[in-house]
């Protein structure tokens, strides 16, 4: 027998180096998911921030990309390690109907305000750039998510992600160029590094900054993502091997999110505080023009409108994995895109202030966080479920550490808000 190790090593390293000859084909599902945390809501949430309390909130950019970075990394794993989606196994498990439906409610609102501040963030953008008419715009950035997403639904999930990774690339040009340009204060930014708040708005903003990183809609997608991209096992491909390529995937990705939405926080911070109207998209796309010269606003409302085309598409895919998973119906992504549609082209035709509707479907989203993450650490940590892959105690301790963070922050913003604090 013991001439048959000899070959089965040797196997062994040369699946290894296969692979790691393979990375870069590996790599693509968390850039995807990862464009959700550089939508529309990231840009308002992040730039009010940074308008109104300066370097005040940066700490919390920082801890939100840290959670993301984990977050994300167990989605990934768990549709790798099970072949199913999160959606599909939380349906799975909640036996009564009643109770998938309430799941499912939740998890749609979250989904159709992730729709709100990507659709409406776009049309702004097309506002800015071409002066076209709000409601116009959303149709319009509607239209294109339709078209994106037909690449996903007829099977391409590489030319899906390849034009979503493209329109990643401009995100990050046109919301970091600033920065270069008018650089922040390096000690401003340490003394940001330290957590604290200032009033009950300095605590709702904390929320949506955090809604807008840890996004319940990316959790839902990143774990369809693998599952989508990865149905089977190639010859040298073991599924240790797919999640040691995810980690590099995910740490690519959110590298990437964190710079730019502390870029943008940045920006606003030196550039834009103090300056009336600058808490608003126009007002700081004005802020902009006025102080960084038209080149720079330029390249801002062309990352704004990259970012509201790039993350409807995700948030659609989510959407209609969500409803598949929970209720077992299955319709087709364009027609359910179309009905997502809806509130936000009504938010615009009504008038509502299109910044303001984006920083508060920012909260809702933060409403969403525990709903999605307790399940994905609890599902992660079985071994029944994962085998070998199940979280160490250690990961899921750090998981639940996140969670109550999370969780208590969303509590105080209840009741800071609601006692008209600070």
Excluded: C
């Excluded at 000859?21 to 995807?32: F, Y």
């Excluded at 959606?87 to 979250?110: D, M, N």
């Excluded at 303001?356 to 933060?366: D, N, T």
Aim: net charge positive.
């Amino acid at each position: 027998m013991l001439p048959k190790v000899a070959p089965a090593s040797t196997s062994s390293r040369l699946a290894r180096g296969s692979a790691k000859t393979r990375l870069p084909w590996l790599l693509g599902p968390a850039l995807v998911a990862g464009v959700a945390y550089l939508d529309p809501g990231n840009v308002a949430s992040n730039m009010t921030a940074g308008a109104r309390f300066g370097y005040l909130l940066v700490w919390v950019v920082v801890a939100g990309n840290t959670m993301a970075w984990l977050v994300q990394y167990l989605s990934a794993k768990l549709g790798l390690a099970t072949g199913r989606s999160l959606p599909e196994l939380v349906g799975l498990r909640v036996k009564s109907t009643t109770g998938r439906r309430l799941y499912w409610l939740q998890a749609e609102l979250v989904a159709m305000a992730t729709d709100v501040a990507e659709v409406i963030g776009g049309a702004v953008a097309l506002w800015l750039l071409f002066d076209l008419p709000l409601l116009a715009g959303g149709v319009i950035t509607g239209a294109v998510s339709m078209a994106v997403l037909a690449l996903q639904g007829s099977g391409r999930h590489r030319g899906f992600e390849y034009v979503i990774v493209s329109m990643m690339a401009i995100i990050a040009i046109g919301f970091t160029a600033g920065v270069f340009i008018a650089p922040p204060d390096p000690g401003a930014v340490a003394e940001g590094l330290v957590p604290r708040f200032d009033g009950a708005e300095s605590v709702l903003l904390a929320a949506s900054i955090l809604g807008a990183t840890v996004m319940p809609h990316a959790i839902y997608a990143h774990s369809a993502l693998t599952r989508d991209r990865f149905p089977e096992r190639t010859q040298g491909m073991t599924t240790s091997t797919l999640i040691r390529a995810t980690r590099w995937d995910v740490t690519i990705a959110l590298v990437i999110a964190g710079t730019v939405n502390l870029a943008i926080l940045l920006l606003a911070a030196t550039s834009l505080q103090g300056v009336e109207g600058t808490d608003t998209l126009d007002g700081a796309h004005a802020a902009i023009e006025g102080s960084l010269g038209s080149g720079i606003a330029f390249l801002f409302a062309l990352g704004l409108l990259a970012s509201g085309l790039a993350s409807t598409s995700v948030g659609a895919y989510a959407g209609a994995e969500i409803m598949q998973g929970l209720l077992k119906v299955r319709i087709p992504m364009l027609l359910r895109r179309l009905v997502t549609l809806v509130p936000a082209l009504g938010i615009l035709a009504i008038g509502i202030d299109p910044t303001w509707a984006l920083v508060l479907s920012q909260v809702v989203l933060s409403f969403g966080i525990p709903f999605a993450l307790v399940p994905l650490l609890w599902l992660t940590s079985r071994t029944d479920l994962m085998g070998e892959h199940r979280n160490r105690w250690w990961t899921t301790a750090l998981g639940a550490v996140v969670a109550v963070l999370l969780i208590t922050l969303n509590i105080a913003l209840l009741v800071l808000t609601f006692s008209g604090a600070g």
